[in-house]
């Protein structure tokens, strides 16, 4: 309960107003005023952290207990196997190659719009420098 309300909160606002010291330092334009900062937190402190305490003391009190909508069997059944297209391995390669490939096929568009299909190898590259001097 407490970790909700504060954890993301806490690191969020001490990340900003370590950024914005830093920013006050160098006398940026971009720093938040100190006051407003202060009301932030104050409203954070004042309002969310209360409130979403009641609300969690609430919800756990009112829910009551837990009725789940279906019946356990009491009889273990046999699990089956995996298949092979359903192990770690497979997925780990299939979820590489797939963006891996995509990304590749976009690049290569968008690097031959820039040169306009004039791909250069070493062997053209030592030839053009030979005549240049």
């Not at 309960?1 to 334009?29: D, H, K, Q, R």
């Not at 829910?63 to 298949?83: H, L, Q, T, W």
Request: overall charge positive; some cysteine; proline content about 6%.
């Amino acid at each position: 309960m407490f970790l909700t309300t504060a954890l993301w909160p806490g690191v969020a606002s001490i990340v900003t107003l370590l950024n914005n010291f830093v920013a006050m330092y160098y006398e940026s334009s971009r720093a938040i005023h100190f006051g407003t900062l202060v009301a932030i937190i104050s409203i954070w402190f004042f309002l969310i952290f209360p409130l979403t305490l009641l609300g969690t003391v609430v919800g756990r009190n009112w829910s009551g207990k837990p009725d789940f909508p279906c019946r356990v069997n009491p009889i273990p059944r046999a699990i089956p196997e995996k298949k092979w297209y359903l192990e770690s391995w497979v997925i780990v390669i299939l979820g590489g190659i797939l963006p891996f490939g995509s990304i590749f096929i976009e690049m290569y568009f968008v690097f031959t719009s820039f040169w306009a299909y004039k791909v250069c190898t070493l062997v053209e590259s030592r030839i053009l420098n030979s005549f240049v001097y």
